[in-house]
């Protein structure tokens, strides 16, 4: 059995090792990606068509889940249908990418779901071909924009009845998604703590 634990060990420690160096962001390392999934409580799955359905909206319980890959093929297959699904997009090369979904049912009864996309891409200039691609789509909405050791946009929508997050982050190769939707201003815990260990600024700042 301790030979089993220290095997596992060791695997865990080669594959964040791997991830760190796929990613071009230590900001948006495998390593802080895993201590969010943790912080969380999402189980880590292969399932890459469970995932798929989760953020397409076509689940309907409670969902605590995540997946991370360092391995080109599956990087490029969560990219393609996960994200690209509609081929919207530009069929970029992607080197690493995980996903982190959360759909929780709050004290009142209702849902709250959010979700964080990761992107590694083969360069910088595809990572910002998308990023730009991406915001622009937002290009009617008013949105806060910035730029120091990462770039970014934010978005926020809030009333009575609902509350809307979304932010993108750009830093070398790798471009982050974030995304939520709730009812209260502290009703996020994964947009939250993913902000929190990859040091940005959340989207909940530009609420009032």
């Known amino acids: 059995m301790n030979m089993l634990k220290k095997t596992a060990s060791g695997i865990m420690v080669l ?8 990613c071009s962001s230590k900001r948006f390392s495998f390593e802080n990606i895993k201590d969010v999934a ?3 409580g999402l ?3 292969d399932d890459v ?4 359905k989760d953020i397409y909206g076509m689940q309907d319980y409670n969902e605590l889940v995540y997946i991370a890959t360092d391995k080109p093929a599956k990087a490029q297959k969560i990219y393609d249908e996960i994200y690209n699904k509609s ?3 530009p069929k970029a090369e992607v080197k690493a990418a995980a996903v982190m979904y959360s759909n929780v049912i709050n004290g009142e009864g209702k849902a709250i779901s959010e979700y964080a996309l990761v992107f590694t891409f083969k360069n910088s200039r595809k990572a910002a071909e998308f990023y730009n691609k991406t915001e622009e789509e937002f290009k009617i909405l008013d949105r806060e924009k910035g730029k120091n050791k990462y770039e970014y946009f934010l978005i926020s929508g809030h009333n009575d009845q609902v509350t809307t997050l979304y932010g993108e982050y750009l830093e070398g190769k790798t471009v982050v998604l974030l995304s939520g939707s709730g009812y209260k201003k502290n009703d996020f815990t994964l947009v939250d703590r993913f902000c929190r260990e990859a040091d940005v600024k959340t989207p909940e700042s530009l609420i009032k």
């Open 15 to 22: 594959v964040l090792l791997l991830g760190n160096s796929a």
């Open 38 to 40: 943790e912080q969380c």
């Open 43 to 45: 189980e880590e799955t």
């Open 49 to 52: 068509g469970r995932l798929a």
């Open 87 to 89: 081929n919207t997009y």
